[in-house]
Each structure stands twice: as C-alpha cells, then as structure tokens.
C-alpha cells in the first residue's frame, strides 16, 4: 500500500518561491514510475482543486493560473514527486496534497499548508 508524505510548505512573501516534496513509500520505483501524480490544494473555504499532474510518461498539466509559475517533476529512484512554485501570490495559500492519481484507487498525502503574506 503505497503512502504519500507532503513537506516544504511555510511562510512566503508575494514574489517569493517554495518547492513542495511528497515521498512515496510502501512501493518500488517501478511501480512509482508507471503512476499518474499530482497536486491539488484546498483554500480555506473552498473546494480542493488539482493545481498540477504528470503523468506515468512524464507528460505534465497545469491548472491555468499556476501554467508558467509551477512546475510538477518527479525523481523515480528516490520516488519523490515535486512541485516547484515561483511567483507566489496570496491567492496560492493553501494546504496543497500530493496524489496518486491512477491507477485506482487514488492515495492521498496528509497535506502541507502553504501560505503567502507579507
């Protein structure tokens, strides 16, 4: 049963960066390989939204608003999925969760807040 552990969240001011990890356990990387992977985020008050994904190819997808600030990468040996954020602004704070996508069923991380205010 494959775990998802989110870290890298924090405090940022506007303009500033962070980059997100999420390990995966209980799997080998080959089977790491073959997933699609994302991250979603969910706002205070709102419903969580996939902000990002890559798929089992490498193929990524990003929500509009992030498309050109985010970028989703994976490391298959060390089965760590990424999410680098730049140009952060406060419409970004949110706690973001990792995901396995496919195949089903879907694996959720525990989330790691993100938050940006100067």
Request: glycine share 12%; with cysteine.
């Amino acid at each position: 049963q494959v775990q998802l552990t989110e870290s890298g969240g924090g405090l940022v001011q506007p303009g500033g960066s962070l980059r997100l990890s999420c390990a995966a356990s209980g799997i080998t990387p080959n089977f790491f390989h073959t997933y699609v992977m994302g991250w979603y985020r969910q706002a205070h008050g709102k419903e969580r939204e996939e902000v990002a994904r890559i798929s089992s190819g490498g193929t990524t997808g990003y929500k509009d608003s992030v498309n050109g600030r985010f970028t989703i990468s994976r490391d298959i040996p060390n089965r760590t999925l990424y999410l680098q954020m730049n140009n952060l602004t406060p419409e970004d704070t949110a706690v973001y969760y990792c995901s396995k996508i496919a195949p089903l069923p879907s694996v959720w991380g525990q989330g790691t807040q993100v938050t940006v205010s100067s």
